[in-house]
């Protein structure tokens, strides 16, 4: 178990260090996590609404901070270039990414053209039934998005890499708002860029 624990110390890390120096990201970030830990609440009792709130407001907030205000150029601090990072993340990279919100994006037009998706459903007969359907769609593809980037991890890096990376993205919500929950004080102070001269990768 120590192992276990190591690595998801390190896989927390490498994502902060390497992913996380916009004040604005991390802000962001701190809303994405708020947000899910609400979708997790109420997963419980009504997954269609969970599942909306987690992908309208707890994802697309995270993934607009990566896409659109964290730094893409030569990270100094790490001395590492965005490709070499975008080559050694172990989740799901900017590439990755830009699939699994496309899927995302347009799995609801499978409602559309398909309103019981092939018998699962009662075919909607208002917004609000379509909606709900989108939800437990878009649950679908959140739990399809996580199950196969960890067993993928299971054969590239090990089955406990895709574990511990499993663990670290369900947790991800509750080490978020602990990690950044100053970010928006310090973007008001003007603070874009988080100072990380005392961080050397060394630390790692």
């Not at 993934?63 to 965005?82: I, L, R, S, W």
């Not at 409602?111 to 998706?117: A, E, N």
């Not at 196969?148 to 511990?164: M, P, Y």
Request: aromatic content about 12%; charged content about 15%; proline content about 3%.
């Amino acid at each position: 178990m120590s192992a276990f624990f190591d690595e998801l110390t390190l896989q927390r890390w490498d994502d902060h260090r390497y992913y996380h120096h916009s004040r604005i990201n991390q802000s962001l970030h701190l809303v994405s996590a708020i947000s899910f830990v609400a979708a997790y609440a109420i997963l419980l009792v009504d997954p269609a609404i969970s599942a909306l709130l987690a992908w309208l407001v707890s994802m697309t907030s995270r993934q607009a901070g990566h896409f659109f205000f964290e730094p893409k150029g030569y990270d100094e601090v790490n001395h590492a270039t965005n490709d070499h990072k975008e080559a050694i993340k172990v989740g799901y990279n900017l590439k990755r990414k830009v699939v699994l919100m496309a899927i995302w994006a347009t799995s609801a037009l499978l409602l559309v053209l398909d309103p019981t998706l092939c018998g699962l459903f009662e075919a909607h007969t208002d917004l609000i039934g379509f909606a709900r359907h989108t939800g437990l769609l878009w649950l679908g593809v959140g739990v399809g998005g996580l199950v196969f980037r960890t067993v993928h991890l299971f054969f590239i890096k090990g089955v406990q890499s895709g574990l511990v990376w499993m663990t670290k993205i369900l947790t991800d919500p509750f080490h978020d708002i602990l990690l950044y929950y100053k970010a928006p004080m310090a973007l008001i102070r003007g603070e874009l860029i988080e100072p990380r001269q005392h961080q050397a990768t060394s630390t790692r």
